[in-house]
């Protein structure tokens, strides 16, 4: 027998190549159908969890559009959609509000979650998640964060720290932490940050898509 | 030509190189699309895999005897060390020689919706699988 032509053997591996990442391709595509509606179905089972009485709440109270953000302080994408956020509620100041829920996957972001609702008690909620945010590339080096660095960003913002840190430590202020946790678990939620938007997540994720969603809930609304 | 191939031994060759490539669209599959991260032991098997699929292909290619010889100096290894994980997972060995850190266990990676099949168990048919076809278009070429 004698061996396949030069150009047969390129074809052959050429068809191999073209199989496989075609196979590939195909695998990733069903395989984030699949997830994206095992997402949207546990979401519609547990709407309920989306937003809680203690959750932090920026713009109007009765807007027909509600973002929740599941974010982690020390997460740079969290950091990074933040403007992003920003932008969204200066475009919609009547009908959209942004509601926080916790999800501190990264080491260290416990304590700064604590401070973070200790700082809502004294009124500087907002004030104390951009001073977090902004500090965030000295605090939070993955593996080794250093809360001290983080606690004195925060003390900039003019907040009692005794009293911040006093609180912080509350059963009240764990309680939340809690519960926030068992609702991003129940919600199949494992990344950050992690965005529904009137209880649908996003589609894929991005800015563009979060943007889009937010419009089309938006004009669904003033229908 | 002294290290070249004929038809029945480039095809077992070509096999070779489909399996390592399957192998490897899979590891990265459940890597990369599905987020599972691999623990130490997979790293080592894929250490191995991952460069079958340029030497194995070229090989073919170039109908280059000498990248099967290329070959099962990586495959002989990815065996060696999925028949060591096949073994730890199997509960055949003492736990106490897990040579995991951090990151995930070695002890826990099946894919559940194929019924519990375990990860390691996959990689040793593949490995299995390439080093049986090298060695026959070895002996197949042998002078």
């Known amino acids: 027998m004698t061996l396949p032509k030069p150009n047969l053997r390129i074809l052959a591996v050429l068809a191999l190549l073209i199989t496989v990442a075609a ?20 979401a519609s089972a547990h709407a309920e969890r989306l937003v809680r009485m203690h959750s932090p709440v920026a713009g109007p109270q009765d807007a027909p559009v509600t973002l929740v953000e599941f974010f982690d302080p020390a997460c740079e994408t969290c950091r990074a959609f933040y403007p992003i956020l920003k932008d969204l509620m200066r475009a919609y100041p009547a009908d959209l509000r942004l509601v926080i829920r916790y999800a501190p996957f990264h080491p260290g972001s416990d304590p700064v979650v604590r401070l973070l609702e200790a700082a809502k008690l004294q009124g500087k909620y907002w004030e104390v998640l951009e ?13 080794q964060p250093d809360l001290g660095k983080a606690y004195a960003a925060v003390a900039q913002t003019g907040l009692d720290m005794d009293r911040a840190l006093a609180d912080a430590a509350s059963p009240g202020i764990e309680s939340v932490l809690r519960q926030d946790i068992k609702d991003l678990n129940a919600l199949g939620v494992n990344k950050t940050p992690t965005f529904f938007v009137n209880g649908r997540p996003l589609p894929r994720f991005g800015e563009e898509q979060l943007r889009s969603l937010v419009a089309e809930e938006i004009a669904r609304s003033k229908r | 030509m002294t290290a070249s ?9 070509f096999l070779a190189a489909a399996a390592a490539l399957i192998a490897t669209a899979a590891a990265f599959f459940l890597g990369e699309v599905m987020g599972m991260a691999p623990c130490t032991l997979c790293w080592y098997q894929r250490i191995a895999m991952f460069p079958l699929v340029p030497i194995l292909s070229l090989a073919c290619l170039a109908n280059d005897r000498r990248g099967v010889v290329y070959g099962l100096v990586l495959a002989w290894p990815g065996l060696l060390v999925a028949a060591y994980h096949t073994l730890l997972v199997g509960g055949l060995l003492p736990q106490a020689w897990v040579p ?10 099946d894919l559940s919706w194929f019924g519990g099949l375990q990860l390691p168990w996959l990689s040793l048919l593949a490995f299995a699988l390439i080093v049986v076809l090298l060695s026959l278009v070895l002996k197949k070429t042998a002078r």
């Open chain 2, 100 to 109: 995991c850190g951090a990151g995930p266990s070695c002890l826990k990676q």
């Open chain 1, 131 to 143: 001073m977090v945010l902004a500090a965030q590339p000295l605090w939070a080096d993955h593996g």
């Open chain 2, 5 to 13: 191939m004929k038809r029945p031994a480039w095809l077992l060759l």
């Open chain 1, 23 to 42: 196979a590939f391709v195909l695998g990733v595509i069903a395989y984030q159908r699949h997830e994206q509606l095992a997402q949207i179905q546990q």
